[in-house]
């Protein structure tokens, strides 16, 4: 690399902006241009065969000389030992290889759902992605997911139907389920030739060639192919079959890119099928930087079949950075030769950097990009504040579901442990810490029961430190259902000084968009004039406070406002008497405003074959879950159902032994939910201990 940094300065992040992971000028050896760089995810549900598909690309771009396997455990990106022992991607694993004259930069991302925050926090850098499907299955909980993700970052994509050497794998079923649950327009670029045990090639529909991996052209590793116009001696249905897509993709291709259409109107009305490959392919580039619709590929990355073809499609179809519609979103804060790049918590400088923080390399990058940013989130930039408080571009974190204790061997280690928790959480933001205000014990955070397991084996392995969980628990939220309002006052001289504060807010339930989980605080014109930005501040440091604690079971509050409609304040009181005021008045309040508990309920979606299907909606309804739907995929039956989480713990055990090992589930948290008053009860007999 060619940094040259003397001194770097750290912003702290939010939501406001997005940059580019590496400023390519910098990143990009000279000769590269930018017109011929891919920036690109690799994204899809659980298993559906990333890492596999990206082991193929870095082994057909030689930068590996052998084919990794996920199974085996020795893949490239899957380069942690628990990702190698499981078999599962946890975190993203960036790669950079050259493909025809392009150098790509790819994510390989997690599937499963407790590990979302990487995709998103891939999504932020990206310029294109390919979502990888299981053929035999479609689009998948977990892939909508992701698609909904990329959406809203708005970038192009490229679906690559994989697997289509499994039995039961269908290119329509998969293209038709693209169809109906991502609501988007495939534009089928191949068609496959075989499926399942006979699946040998593709033909593609661009150039009208079929082009075929088979044992006697290659030695297995799939890198020699067959590529050959299509001949009479193909057979007939063959050809008809493949001049027949290859008319559907040029009409549809016509109907969605005018320039192609008034080519085609224009040159080649007389003889449709004779329309170059290249002109085919430029129109396809810009249907799919529009999201007009997506390239649809097919092939088998364990089979070493149809990785190239997905390559040059990388190449042709998918953004550089500096082109398409992210161009606006970057905000260019760095002078040429200047550092800008987002930290991935493991950043090499020495600096304290958390996954999601801008780094620039002079303060005058980092004062325009913060100036850049407060103008576009509509908020003044306050000079006087301190560089740290800068807010810049971000990562949206969802909030964890699930939270236990966590205690060192000995209390001699519970420095080291806190050390340890730093660093994770530094690299991981999901991850949540916090100190239990009662007992004081450590409490994780987490997205899942395999995050919290992961997060687990990591303090053992990489931090040397052998710990204990607590039982793993449901973090549950509290609100209001009515409004309500209070007064306090606060007197304590301490030493000579006196400490008065008279404080009288009101609440109301939060009935907008949500959930909403910091306080929404509104002030009066008056004391907005009045009260001095410190004692502002103080206020809002108070109620925040007070915000993480509900009055029932002490859960985290969420869609409250808080109007604060008076504050007297004698001169000399410090402003964390203030802060302890208001968060006692606002307790006072919400005891009084109806405070419910709610909690978390989820999408669940399981697949289980037909003669596994009642006992497993049997189980389903001892457990609160609510059967929305049953669908059919192939050979087996899709479950989707909302289960309260308190009701999952476990679940993949049981659902293994209930199903025989037929049954895969994926879980996703939907919404948190009012709990009736006798679910209510029950829980706050359990979490106090009462019977
Ligand atoms: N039959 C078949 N199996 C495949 C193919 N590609 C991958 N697999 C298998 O599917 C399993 C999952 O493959 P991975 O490459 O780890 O899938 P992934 O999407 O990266 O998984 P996560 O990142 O953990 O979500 C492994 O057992 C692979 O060997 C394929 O083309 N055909």
Redesign the pocket.
């Known amino acids: 690399m060619r940094y040259c940094v003397k001194s770097l300065f750290k912003i702290h992040v939010n939501n406001v902006h997005r940059i580019s992971l590496i400023n390519p000028l910098i990143h990009f050896p000279f000769w590269i241009k930018i017109i011929r760089i891919r920036n690109i995810g ?1 994204m ?12 193929r690309m870095l082994y057909y771009a030689g930068y590996t000389r052998a084919l990794g ?3 085996d455990g020795d ?1 490239v ?2 380069f942690m030992a628990q ?1 190698r022992e ?5 975190q993203s694993a960036a790669v950079t290889f050259d493909w025809k004259n392009h150098r790509i930069n790819l994510i ?5 759902v407790d590990f979302t925050v990487e995709v998103e926090r891939s999504l932020r850098v990206l310029d294109g992605a390919v979502a ?1 499907f ?2 035999s299955a479609g689009v998948e909980a ?1 892939t909508l997911t992701v698609w909904r993700q990329a959406d809203e970052h708005r970038v192009p994509r490229i679906c690559f139907l ?5 039995p039961g ?1 269908s290119f329509c079923y998969s293209v038709d389920s693209i169809k109906k649950k991502l609501k988007v327009k495939p534009l089928l670029l191949q068609l496959p030739i075989g499926a399942g045990r006979t699946f040998t090639g593709v033909i593609d529909l661009v150039t009208s060639e079929k082009v075929i991996w088979g044992p006697k052209t290659s030695d297995g590793d799939g890198a020699v192919f067959n590529r050959h116009p299509l001949v009479t001696a193909d057979g007939p249905n063959l050809l008809k079959e493949a001049r027949d897509a290859r008319y559907a993709l040029i009409e549809q291709v016509a109907d969605l890119d005018d320039e192609f259409a008034e080519l085609a109107l224009r040159e080649l009305c007389e003889n449709i099928e004779a329309v170059p490959a290249e002109k085919l392919n430029a129109a396809i580039r810009r249907i799919t930087l529009s999201h007009a619709a997506v390239p649809v590929l097919c ?5 070493n ?1 149809g990785v190239q073809l997905l390559m040059d499609a990388i190449s042709m179809y998918l953004p550089s950075p500096n082109e398409g519609h992210r161009q606006a979103e970057f905000v260019v804060c760095c002078k040429p030769n200047e550092l800008c790049c987002l930290s991935d918590g493991n950043f090499c400088f020495p600096l304290k950097t958390a996954t999601g923080d801008t780094i620039v390399s002079s303060k005058a990058s980092a004062a325009v990009a913060s100036q850049r940013a407060a103008k576009d989130s509509g908020k003044k930039c306050d000079q006087n504040r301190e560089q740290e408080n800068l807010v810049l571009a971000g990562v949206e974190i969802p909030e964890p579901v699930f939270f236990c204790t966590i205690e060192p061997p000995s209390l001699a280690k519970q420095a080291d442990l806190d050390r340890a928790l730093i660093c994770l959480q530094r690299e991981d933001p999901s991850l949540k810490v916090k100190i239990d205000p009662d007992s004081g014990q450590t409490i994780l955070c987490g997205m899942g029961e395999l995050h919290i397991d992961i997060i687990h084996d990591r303090i053992k392995r990489e931090y040397k430190i052998e710990t204990h969980l607590g039982p793993l628990q449901v973090a549950y939220r509290e609100t209001i259902s009515i409004s309500a309002s209070s007064a306090d006052t606060l007197d304590r001289t301490v030493g000579s000084k006196r400490n008065l504060i008279t404080a009288e807010l009101s609440v109301r339930p939060w009935l907008g968009e949500g959930p909403v989980t910091k306080p929404l605080i509104e002030f009066s014109d008056v004391l907005q004039e009045q009260l001095s930005t410190e004692i502002l501040d103080a206020v809002e440091n108070g109620l925040n406070t007070s915000f993480l604690q509900g009055p029932l079971l002490n859960f985290p509050l969420q869609d409250v406002v808080v109007t604060l409609e008076s504050l007297h304040v004698h001169p000399g009181t410090s402003m964390p008497m203030i802060s302890a005021c208001v968060s006692r008045c606002l307790q006072k309040a919400l005891r009084r405003a109806g405070s419910q508990v709610l909690e978390p309920v989820m999408n669940l979606e399981i697949t289980v074959d037909e003669d596994h299907l009642s006992v497993v909606l049997a189980d389903l309804a001892q457990r609160r879950g609510s059967v929305q739907e049953i669908q059919s995929r192939q050979d087996n039956r899709v479950v989707l159902a909302c289960v309260p989480l308190a009701e999952m713990m476990g679940y993949s055990t049981t659902l293994r032994t209930l199903a025989s090992g037929m049954a895969t589930f994926t879980l996703e948290l939907s919404r948190y939910e009012a709990m009736t008053s006798q679910e209510q009860k029950m829980l706050f007999n359990k979490m106090t201990g009462v019977m």
């Open positions: 690799i899809a549900h659980i298993d559906a065969g990333k890492t596999t598909t990206t082991e396997d996920v199974d893949t990106t899957d990702e499981r078999g599962i991607t946890i390989d991302t997690p599937g499963h990888v299981d053929a977990q994989n697997k289509m050497d499994k794998a092939g088998s990355a364990l089979k079949k």
